[in-house]
């Protein structure tokens, strides 16, 4: 290998440059009637640059779980935010190895079932669509359906889904290799069957289907929890990243041989990732670390012009702690369909002929520092 080239420690190592090793692969694939572009500079690039991404999130994901707290970023439901790019980064792993970005041969990397099954595609591909999906059911649940997401009925399906990947899993693993994922020695790349190639995109696209079906029908939750906007610029990527990336499995099942192809089908699944992730996540996280105090009083203020408590008919007595509501949800803030994001809304009794809400006192108690208490007539919510 040349001395100067400028070498990541992974596999057999992977240059910036065309390595000699890489000329002779390409030799050996010729000899077998196979054309293939070498490993360069595009592929350690790729690998950089998108270990960087998966870096910058991961410590967003981290500085939003040490203010998970806070109402803006607990709304988000930020634990379930946080799995989805250490699911990306094992997705990363997993899809370096299995398009063929690093040499494989001699190393463990060879094992298409550990890299290529598991990483790329158990804990990987499948968990994070998932993760999205369940997101997008939390909203919908809580605003249409007026439960909580919490509970065991939650804790049930998450367990069969994990059950399901897991089983998944094992059946591939215990199925012949030629019949799942292989090794092609002359090429030095992993290939995967046709069958598991469309069991896999079944239930990705399954995943996917019920993000934008659910998507639409929350798209018209009012004020903070509104997220519209961003879901349909996410779908959108969505969409297109995971037709092209259909088209191009099926069309061109080798196309890790192909430099431009493989570099494709990575960069856009990570990209669309990330994209997601920062859409929904980098206006709380700006404003928590630079604007904090401000953006939670008009993020709040929203809430209450919004009339979120006549919409989700909350009310409370005398003796409500708005402490208390921030209780066991971890997702939106919310512990029962009459709670949201930690506000205490109190209403009139049915004897009185109006709902009014008076001055807004902070309470560091309450998850959004705010309670309300009744008065005798509307006026204006004002923080001081």
Not at 280 to 299: I, T
């Amino acid at each position: 290998m040349d001395h100067s080239a400028c070498v990541l420690a992974m596999g057999n190592g992977l240059s910036f440059r065309v390595t000699e090793r890489e000329r002779e692969r390409v030799a050996a694939a010729a000899l077998a009637g196979l054309r293939l572009d070498p490993r360069g500079a595009a592929d350690a690039a790729l690998v950089v640059a998108l270990a960087a991404v998966y870096g910058v999130t991961l410590a967003a994901a981290i500085y939003a779980l040490c203010n998970r707290n806070y109402p803006p970023i607990r709304c988000k439901a930020p634990v379930l935010m946080a799995c989805i790019p250490v699911a990306g980064t094992v997705w990363l792993a997993g899809d370096t190895q299995a398009n063929g970005h690093v040499p494989l041969r001699g190393t463990a990397l060879e094992n298409c079932k550990a890299f290529g099954l598991w990483m790329r595609i158990v804990f990987g591909a499948l968990t994070v669509s998932a993760l999205w999906a369940a997101r997008v059911y939390g909203i919908y649940r809580v605003f249409a359906l007026k439960r909580p997401f919490d509970g065991r009925g939650l804790r049930v399906a998450a367990g069969a889904y994990l059950a399901g990947l897991l089983v998944f899993g094992a059946v591939v693993q215990a199925t012949a290799a030629h019949k799942t994922l292989f090794y092609l020695d002359e090429a030095d790349i992993c290939a995967v069957s046709r069958g598991l190639l469309a069991a896999v995109f079944a239930v990705i696209w399954a995943n996917f289907a019920a993000v934008f079906v659910l998507s639409w029908l929350v798209r018209n939750v009012r004020s903070a929890f509104n997220e519209a906007r961003e879901m349909a610029v996410a779908c959108l990527v969505v969409l297109v990243v995971l037709v092209c990336e259909t088209v191009m499995h099926y069309a061109s099942p080798h196309y890790p041989l192909t430099a431009r192809c493989r570099l494709f089908v990575t960069y856009a699944c990570h990209i669309g990732t990330a994209v997601y992730w920062w859409l929904l996540m980098a206006e709380p996280l700006v404003n928590c670390a630079f604007r904090r105090e401000r953006y939670l009083a008009r993020w709040t203020a929203r809430l209450v012009s919004d009339g979120l408590e006549l919409q989700y008919d909350m009310s409370c007595d005398k003796g409500h702690d708005p402490s208390a509501v921030c209780g066991s949800s971890a997702f939106l803030g919310l512990s029962t369909q009459n709670d949201l994001a930690g506000l205490a809304h109190c209403a009139e009794k049915r004897s009185s002929s109006i709902v009014t809400l008076s001055r807004c006192a902070p309470d560091r108690s309450s998850p959004i520092g705010l309670h309300f208490a009744m008065a005798s007539r509307p006026k204006p919510c004002s923080f001081w």
